[in-house]
């Protein structure tokens, strides 16, 4: 069966750091695109952040640029989002897809798919 399985969410204060996993079974994950989504409280999803797998290329939305970063752990048919520096503005369900293919266009979430359950972040004093 193939899945993928969101890990690594918690609650945490402003400026604390969470490491968040999205790790595959059934297939391998390093040939695929696969990004990070949130969503928060009354809000849409949102793009956080998105890797290729054929060029390598990697997106950050602006609000997360310097904070969080994206990686690869081939070894554990995994994709990490590293998450430094948290605002409460980051509190959101995370969730990761892949769009079953090399690289991707847009990290947005209408062109990935294949979820895994999300994992909620929180971030509060």
């Known amino acids: 069966q193939m899945q993928l399985v969101d890990s690594g969410g918690g609650l945490v204060h402003p400026g604390a750091s969470l490491t968040l996993s999205c790790t595959a079974s059934?297939?391998?994950?390093?040939?695929?695109?696969t990004g990070w989504f949130r969503q928060a409280p009354g809000k849409g999803p949102e793009g956080v952040s998105c890797?290729?797998?054929?060029?390598?290329?990697?997106y950050y939305t602006n609000s997360v640029k310097g904070r969080f970063t994206i990686s690869r752990d081939n070894t554990k048919n995994t994709v990490t989002l590293q998450m430094n520096k948290m605002k409460p503005e980051d509190t959101a369900v995370y969730y990761c897809?892949?769009?079953?293919?090399?690289?991707?266009?847009?990290?947005?979430?209408?062109?990935?798919?294949?979820w895994g359950q999300g994992t909620q972040v929180a971030v509060s004093s």
């Open positions: 890797i290729g797998a054929s060029d390598g290329r990697t």
């Open positions: 059934g297939f391998s994950l390093d040939t695929y695109a």
């Open positions: 897809g892949t769009n079953w293919g090399g690289s991707f266009y847009y990290c947005e979430e209408q062109d990935f798919g294949s």
